[in-house]
């Protein structure tokens, strides 16, 4: 099976200006269109859905697998949409400070990627201006949006990881899906070896974001 070679992170916007658009709603857009589900690999919620709270996370394809947001780079770069139109609206405090501290951990997490290959879709025309890809991607799209400035994003990002506490050496990346998996399910199995955080524990287990992950991996 093809696995993601991941060099790029490449930012889009839904271009939808409505309520209550989310992954759910964009993987049936994609579906619709013939594809194997979402084609984004993250989705950040903005200030229009009723259910969700502005800047949360959300999972989309699964990481390892190529995405389908960009063609030249779908087999090398990690999708993440965030909801709203950005020719018409800018991203909400909320989704930026998410977009920023998603970016961040991603490149904790995969050596080949580097703040300056943050790029907005608009901006695979500049890497095939520099010979990177072929020109039969060139997009005429505005994606992620005129309202939406990458080189700002990149200046966060950069502020953000001078500032946060960063992972180094051994443990820099996460371990995988599945070792994470076993470890959760140890922890469960174990709990009773710790009768005074046997609670906390149970919390934590049941957290919405713990259980959104077992249920995808």
């Given at each position: 099976?093809?696995?993601?070679?991941?060099?790029?992170?490449?930012?889009?916007?839904?271009?939808?200006?409505?309520?209550?658009?989310?992954?759910?709603?964009?993987?049936?857009?994609?579906?619709?269109?013939?594809?194997?589900g979402i084609g984004y690999h993250y989705v950040i919620i903005n200030d229009r859905h009723?259910?969700?709270?502005?800047?949360?996370?959300?999972?989309?394809?699964?990481?390892?697998?190529?995405?389908?947001?960009?063609?030249?780079?779908?087999?090398?770069?990690?999708?993440?949409?965030?909801?709203?139109?950005?020719?018409?609206?800018?991203?909400?405090?909320?989704?930026?400070?998410?977009?920023?501290?998603?970016?961040?951990?991603?490149?904790?997490?995969?050596?080949?990627?580097?703040?300056?290959?943050?790029?907005?879709?608009?901006?695979?025309?500049?890497?095939?201006?520099?010979?990177?890809?072929?020109?039969?991607?060139?997009?005429?799209?505005?994606?992620?949006?005129?309202?939406?400035?990458?080189?700002?994003?990149?200046?966060?990002?950069e502020q953000y990881r001078t500032t946060e506490p960063r992972l180094d050496g051994a443990?820099?990346?996460?371990?995988?899906?599945?070792?994470?998996?076993?470890?959760?399910?140890?922890?469960?199995?174990?709990?009773?070896?710790?009768?005074?955080?046997?609670?906390?524990?149970?919390?934590?287990?049941?957290?919405?974001?713990?259980?959104?992950?077992?249920?995808?991996?």
């Amino acid at each position: 099976m093809t696995t993601l070679d991941a060099r790029y992170i490449v930012v889009h916007t839904a271009a939808y200006s409505g309520k209550n658009c989310d992954a759910d709603r964009i993987d049936q857009w994609h579906r619709e269109r013939g594809w194997q589900g979402i084609g984004y690999h993250y989705v950040i919620i903005n200030d229009r859905h009723e259910h969700l709270d502005d800047g949360t996370v959300q999972l989309g394809r699964e990481v390892t697998i190529p995405g389908a947001h960009a063609r030249g780079l779908n087999s090398s770069s990690i999708g993440i949409c965030c909801v709203g139109h950005g020719d018409r609206d800018p991203l909400t405090p909320a989704q930026t400070a998410s977009l920023v501290e998603l970016i961040s951990s991603l490149i904790d997490e995969y050596a080949g990627i580097t703040t300056d290959r943050v790029i907005g879709h608009r901006e695979i025309n500049k890497l095939i201006t520099k010979g990177e890809i072929s020109d039969r991607y060139q997009t005429h799209k505005t994606c992620p949006g005129m309202l939406v400035s990458m080189d700002e994003i990149r200046h966060a990002v950069e502020q953000y990881r001078t500032t946060e506490p960063r992972l180094d050496g051994a443990n820099k990346s996460l371990p995988p899906p599945k070792q994470l998996k076993e470890a959760l399910a140890v922890l469960e199995a174990s709990s009773r070896r710790f009768p005074n955080a046997s609670e906390p524990l149970r919390e934590f287990l049941s957290h919405p974001e713990v259980v959104e992950f077992l249920e995808r991996n």
